[in-house]
């Protein structure tokens, strides 16, 4: 099957260490699939949540209106949800009860036809983390272009 990614969320390997990733399902409605085609969607400040029923949700994910549509168009950024297997819910479920994890989008892609959402359980990096991960892709950068030879 071919994969096209349609947005990445760069943010969330900055400010969280991903751990595990789940590849989900999303629910959409005519408008929102016709705009992801032409490439156009926004992941910077979504999330995810588990809700009473043991369903997953995101929110705040940016789905620009249809530019062709009616009045008929979907709301921008409305929740919505996920889908995933009972097994897969519970081992999130379970991961999101210790201290300090979160579940976060990271990418959004087309496999197929199919819209699909890569989430990944993740804890929150410690500023110091941040700044030792920034030094060393220079380092590594520098090596790739020859500086340190």
């Known amino acids: 099957m071919s994969i096209k990614i349609i947005a990445k969320n760069k943010r ?6 991903l751990q595990e990733t789940f590849e989900a399902g999303l629910s959409l409605q005519g408008t929102e699939v016709k705009t ?42 409305r929740k919505r949800k996920l889908l995933l297997k009972r097994s897969e819910i519970e081992s999130i479920q379970r991961s999101l009860a210790t201290k300090g994890q979160t579940l976060v989008p990271t990418k959004i892609y087309f496999k197929g036809s199919l819209v699909k959402l890569e989430i990944a359980l ?28």
Request: proline share 1%; glycine share 8%; net charge positive.
């Open 12 to 17: 969330a390997s900055y400010d969280y260490v």
């Open 36 to 77: 992801l085609r032409g490439g156009k969607c926004s992941l910077t400040e979504a999330f995810c949540s588990v809700d009473k029923k043991d369903e997953i949700w995101i929110h705040n994910m940016t789905i620009p209106g249809y530019e062709f549509g009616n009045i008929s168009n979907h709301e921008e950024t």
């Open 122 to 149: 993740a804890k929150g990096k410690k500023l110091h983390d941040k700044r030792e991960a920034t030094k060393s892709k220079e380092v590594e950068k520098k090596l790739r272009q020859g500086v340190y030879e």
